[in-house]
């Protein structure tokens, strides 16, 4: 099956910046769409980001200007440059593996802090 893993998180202070970065392993369609969605304790899973396989990227209207995504096909890996990081920002960062009519593919999810 399809494997995605996430690193990058951490601590950091509020204006802050920090790069996540997911590679996705198996079976991998050249057609795809990577994306970034998040989860702060007791709110739902909200879409922050996504790029197609030809690079068009989208962005949800509270990352826009931001936040870059941006990914690299050889190796099947997809970056989310945060700069100017707010607390409101705090949530764990789950990247999402999207191909044609598949079960979407989940990664396990890396904690993003951001203090006040």
């Known amino acids: 099956q399809v494997q995605l893993v996430e690193s990058g998180g951490g601590l950091v202070q509020s204006g802050g910046s920090l790069r996540l970065s997911c590679t996705a392993s198996g079976s991998i369609f050249a057609i795809n769409v990577m994306g970034w969605y998040r989860q702060a304790p007791g709110n739902e899973r909200e879409f922050v980001a996504a790029?197609?396989?030809?690079?068009?990227?989208n962005y949800a209207d509270s990352v826009k200007g931001r936040f870059t995504i941006s990914r690299d096909n050889v190796n099947n890996t997809v970056y989310l440059q945060m700069n100017s990081l707010k607390p409101e920002d705090t949530a764990v960062y789950y990247c999402?593996?999207?191909?044609?009519?598949?079960?979407?593919?989940w990664g396990q999810g890396t904690q993003v802090t951001v203090s006040s």
């Open positions: 999402k593996l999207t191909m044609g009519v598949l079960p979407d593919s």
């Open positions: 790029i197609t396989s030809d690079g068009s990227p």
